[in-house]
């Protein structure tokens, strides 16, 4: 398995020094570079005047940079064995693709839903343009014999609360989204969630889904460790990372996007991202037999969101948008004012995730609850990962078997 770390710097030569770190970590990895929040908003004057004086950037400030400064960066590091990928956030990401494609860097992710609800404000009708334009981009590369690629955040989007039959369906739908607009080599991502059995399930018919709808494409899952509130403790985060690394390997993901027992407190730096690719590359190795995938709904549900939106119309950008207006997708707790905001979820006392209420979602056999979602009842949703990874650390059990956070304990 394919282990990647999510590293961005904005001093280049930082940044080729995490690239190369990465590259020389023991395990199977592929490089990242991760941009900053000036870029991901188009605000590329600030990104300039920041790198003026001498201010740090939160990532890789790519537009701003010239070419030649970035070719300096991954030359001789990036190549048909060690992939670089840019990572973003934006839901206009032209400028960034040209400026990737100049540096020769043919891989990138995001998508017109997962990169414009949870990050901005832009209108989705906006966002589907923006990046029907941005994926011209890299399709255009086919021409001259390339095979660029994009990965689907789909099925990370907001995922923490969100239930898991509708991050597999947007994940499908950007999915479709980039073939449409002439992309052949395409990921899909999930966000490893709350409950085991039912990522195992959802990651399950994520494959299922796209085998049987991307049938003529390039395609791979993609796993990622927990997006939401990170465990506090280093054998707390190191637990959950372990978690995602067997998910990830149970369901065939060909990748795993990996976090860090730093990731609660700070920026990482680029020895705990090695640390943390070792421990997911020690803990695939280690997965043991898959265990049975249940069934609760989690295929149909999804499957009947992803025919439902593309019956709204042929264009798929247009089906897109007419979804979110209809409410036929609709994304519980995400304040975008595209967004319905009709649908709720709940996690019950084992930890999965259930529909509450789907709003105009033609989602069949949900479980409602008669509960109303308070303000307390939501942070302690939010952090149910987090108290039970940090709870699990501090058990004797569990932490004589966890190994010490050094370089040669992960080797």
């Not at 992710?109 to 589907?128: K, M």
């Not at 803990?283 to 999804?302: K, L, Y």
């Not at 989602?363 to 409602?368: A, E, L």
Request: aromatic fraction near 6%; hydrophobic fraction near 40%.
């Amino acid at each position: 398995m394919v282990v990647q770390p999510r590293m961005g710097m904005s001093d280049p030569a930082r940044m080729r020094a995490g690239l190369l770190a990465t590259r020389q970590a023991d395990a199977t990895t592929v490089g990242t570079l991760t941009l900053d929040s000036y870029t991901r908003v188009g605000d590329h004057r600030a990104a300039r005047r920041a790198l003026a004086e001498g201010v740090p950037l939160n990532g890789y400030p790519i537009v701003a940079y010239s070419t030649a400064t970035t070719l300096g960066v991954t030359e001789g590091i990036a190549g048909p064995s060690f992939p670089v990928q840019v990572r973003h956030g934006s839901a206009a990401p032209r400028e960034i693709f040209e400026a990737a494609v100049a540096a020769g860097l043919t891989a990138s992710e995001g998508g017109p839903i997962s990169y414009c609800l949870p990050y901005s404000r832009t209108p989705v009708e906006r966002s589907v343009a923006n990046w029907e334009a941005s994926v011209a981009v890299l399709a255009r590369l086919r021409d001259q014999g390339m095979e660029p690629h994009l990965e689907t955040f789909g099925g990370c989007m907001m995922g923490q609360l969100a239930p898991p039959s509708l991050l597999v369906a947007i994940s499908v739908l950007e999915a479709l989204f980039f073939r449409a607009h002439g992309l052949r080599s395409v990921s899909l991502s999930y966000a490893q969630q709350t409950h085991p059995g039912q990522d195992l399930e959802a990651v399950t018919a994520l494959g299922r889904i796209a085998a049987e709808l991307l049938g003529d494409t390039d395609w791979h899952l993609v796993v990622y460790a927990y997006m939401g509130v990170y465990p506090r403790t280093p054998g707390g985060a190191t637990l959950l990372l372990e978690e995602a690394a067997r998910l990830a390997v149970h369901t065939g993901a060909a990748r795993l996007i990996v976090k860090t027992t730093a990731e609660a407190h700070r920026i990482p730096t680029v020895e705990e991202n090695v640390l943390a690719l070792e421990a997911a590359a020690r803990a695939s190795e280690s997965a043991g037999t898959p265990p049975e995938v249940g069934d609760t709904g989690i295929h149909a549900e999804a499957l009947d969101l992803v025919h439902a939106v593309l019956d709204l119309d042929p264009d798929l950008g247009r089906a897109l948008t007419r979804a979110f207006a209809r409410g036929v997708l609709d994304v519980p707790y995400c304040l975008h004012p595209d967004n319905a905001g009709r649908s709720r979820s709940y996690l019950d006392s084992a930890g999965r995730l259930h529909w509450s209420d789907t709003g105009a979602m033609p989602v069949r056999g949900s479980t409602r609850s008669t509960a109303r979602m308070t303000s307390s009842g939501l942070i302690s949703s939010l952090s149910y990962v987090q108290q039970r990874f940090d709870r699990l650390a501090l058990d004797p059990a569990t932490t004589r078997q966890l190994p010490s956070q050094t370089k040669e304990s992960v080797r």
